[in-house]
């Protein structure tokens, strides 16, 4: 925080949503002016994702339906910190799930807020490399509809210039990864 910057004051929090991904809640602050007013929030328990690169330099992706925006859009394999678990945990679970290969190893990318105007969620990116093709794959979750996609640094990179539908958390941890992508 910077110096001589006061906070908000809560005056009052009320839970809207108790959900099975999030929490809704309306917030009720005193600004440092004394100004007064409520303010919603998305309270989630955070995501991981990976943006997994094959040993020929592709790189692995899911193309999913989303119900928010009644389409498929172009994401890295992701998913949601569950209870008391470590976001590494989480992505070695899904990229398995979600692609059918496992990484062997890991880097971290760098985490970072998805979107802070309405929700707490934050994102911890990894690059995966030395990837198996699993000879079993794990069963994908009953609730998706995943098709898996492999494409160049430099397709996604005009994929994404050109405005197909990628997400956000997708397009700042591959610009995070460039730089390992030679």
Known sequence: MPLGRELPQLLKQRLFYKGRKFDFEVNRLR??????????????PGGALAVPVTPEGKLILVRQYRFAIQG???EFPAGTLEANEEPLETIQREIEEETGYSAQKWDKLGEFFLAPGYSDEIIYAFLARDLEKLETPPAQ?????IETVFLTPEELEKAILEGEPVDAKSIASFFLARPFLV
């Open 31 to 44: 600004l440092p002016n004394k100004s007064e007013g409520e303010w919603e929030c998305i309270r989630h």
């Open 72 to 74: 498929r859009i172009l």
């Open 141 to 145: 979750d009953g609730d998706e509809d």
